[in-house]
């Protein structure tokens, strides 16, 4: 049986469903040492009233099923949406209220995360968290604005489901883009496993990380390959361009533990829009992304042939992905980079426009490292999730998280239900670099409700790696 037939550990659930954790923890020590004032919040503190999702009429309605399946890209039966991997592609204008009705056909609980898309907390899809898991046979309704436009991906949130298969692109459109091109490609990347996903330590392949807190011996799945909108590289998604069109390239790393590189053959990237949000163009020859970070890139065709897109992972063996960049008239090999070029860094990314609530000093700053805690267990701050103070916070407030990475690996830190500022960019997902790499994020608490705050490798997830940030 494995991990994720059940959803979430019992141990979790009874946790977590005496009363969104805090009444559970009362008593608990405060948050953080570094509370820039006295106004140090408690478990006495009573969680305040989410955010409604928004009701009346619904201009994008869609029924989406989750169960288990074989699409024609896979061969081995998994769980999907839809039977496509990845799911059914979702657009929706700017400001949209779209509804979603998830049917579960899985033998096992699920949900449904909009990862990026600041949602009511209601529907944001953490079990036991903002929802009871939808139990198999069940279904739920789903309702969000599509604001702001960019970039998302949603997935299942549930233990290892997002491994399966279980996650598709969804794209806001904007009304008005600050640059300028031709058509749009959705490009997702992911890690495929030809089996089902165990948890570190279960005895899969890879086995339980080594030593005091696997410093030495990270888990990793031994995946089969990388695979781009669902695809191998022997059969690569092509994209047919005219000479002259730009083209806007929509990068989704839907992977669940694998760090990816991006290159085009031939032609340069013009970063346009960081996990969905808009930045001033920046032209690179190469990108990496963690999961759950996005990238729009434009690419100008203006070199007749064929040009390999591609997407290589920079933490195992398995073979990368690839799209075709596919002139008309042109029917040559595709032709492969030689090089990265110039790498797009953090630094690189410039905004457009700016969060606000966040100028000046933060009235709230939690100082968390990240580190292994031993063997299968990876700790925010020296806790184990669900043995873990939420972060509380109050409404209003300018919010400042310092990330620093104790362990040898990276972690994608992705924050429900805001956006945040790092450095010059406005992101949801951010790699904080292995070997006391550090980031800080600064967000405006704006919308209230119980958010989770996480690694986004499934396998630090669920190894510990969040907290909740709990609105009090
Ligand atoms: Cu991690």
Same mark, same amino acid.
């Given at each position: !049986? ?48 989410? %955010? ?5 009429? *619904? ?24 039977? &496509? ?12 209220? *779209? ?23 209601? !529907? ?10 939808? #139990? ?27 491994? %399966? ?8 459109? $904007? ?13 997702? *990347? ?11 330590? #279960?005895?899969?392949? +890879?086995?339980? !990380?080594?030593?005091?807190? +696997? ?8 995946? $089969? ?17 005219? %000479? ?25 990237? $013009? ?12 032209? *690179? ?22 040009? &390999?897109?591609? =997407?290589?992972?920079? $933490? ?5 992905? %690839?799209?075709?960049?596919?002139? /008309? ?13 110039? #790498? ?27 580190? /292994? =805690? ?99």
């Amino acid at each position: !049986m494995t991990h994720d037939t059940h959803g979430i550990p019992r141990r979790r659930a009874v946790q977590i469903l005496g009363g969104a954790g805090l009444t559970a923890l009362a008593g608990c020590s405060a948050d953080s040492p570094s509370d820039p004032d006295s106004d140090r919040l408690t478990a006495a503190d009573a969680p305040v009233e989410p %955010r409604e999702p928004p009701s009346g009429p *619904v201009d994008e309605s869609v029924a989406l099923t989750a169960g288990p399946g074989t699409s024609d890209r896979v061969s081995k039966s998994t769980w999907l949406y839809d039977d &496509a991997f990845p799911g059914p592609e979702l657009r929706a204008a700017e400001g949209d209220v *779209v509804g979603v009705s998830v049917s579960n056909d899985l033998p096992a609980p699920t949900t449904v995360h909009w990862h990026g898309l600041p949602v009511a907390n209601a !529907m944001d899809g953490v079990p036991d968290v903002t929802q009871a898991p939808i #139990a198999s046979g069940d279904s739920f309704e789903y309702q969000f604005r599509a604001d702001p436009p960019g970039t998302y991906f949603y997935h299942s949130h549930v233990g290892l489901q997002l491994d %399966r298969g279980l996650a598709g692109p969804l794209v806001v459109e $904007e009304d008005d883009a600050h640059v300028d091109y031709d058509a749009d490609q959705v490009l997702v *990347v992911d890690d495929y496993l030809d089996s089902a996903p165990q948890p570190a330590g #279960a005895g899969g392949d +890879g086995g339980p !990380m080594g030593g005091m807190g +696997g410093m030495d011996d990270d888990y990793r799945p031994s995946y $089969e390959r990388l695979v781009m909108n669902g695809r191998p590289a022997d059969d690569p998604p092509t994209i047919d361009v005219d %000479r002259g069109d730009r083209v806007r390239l929509r990068f989704v790393n839907a992977s669940s533990a694998t760090i990816v590189r991006v290159r085009v053959a031939g032609h340069p990237l $013009e970063i346009s829009h960081a996990d969905g949000r808009p930045v001033e163009p920046v032209t *690179v020859d190469s990108f990496t992304f963690g999961p759950g970070e996005r990238y729009d890139a434009i690419v100008t065709a203006d070199s007749p042939g064929a040009w &390999a897109i591609e =997407a290589d992972s920079i $933490e195992g063996p398995e073979p990368g992905a %690839r799209a075709v960049l596919q002139h /008309a008239d042109s029917d040559a090999t595709p032709e492969r980079s030689t090089t990265d070029g110039r #790498a797009l860094q953090y630094d690189d990314l410039r905004a457009v426009g700016s969060l606000s609530g966040i100028d000046g000093s933060p009235d709230r700053e939690f100082d968390l490292t990240l580190s /292994a =805690a031993g063997p299968n267990a990876w700790a925010i701050g020296g806790q184990v999730y669900p043995d873990a103070d939420p972060l509380r916070i109050r409404e209003g407030e300018h919010v400042r998280i310092r990330m620093r990475n104790q362990s040898p690996v990276p972690h994608p830190m992705h924050l429900h239900g805001h956006f945040f500022r790092v450095g010059d960019a406005i992101k949801d997902t951010v790699v904080v670099p292995g070997h006391m790499g550090q980031e800080t994020i600064d967000f405006h608490a704006d919308n209230p409700g119980e958010w989770f705050f996480h690694c986004h490798n499934l396998y630090h997830l669920e190894a510990g790696m969040a907290r909740v940030v709990s609105y009090v």
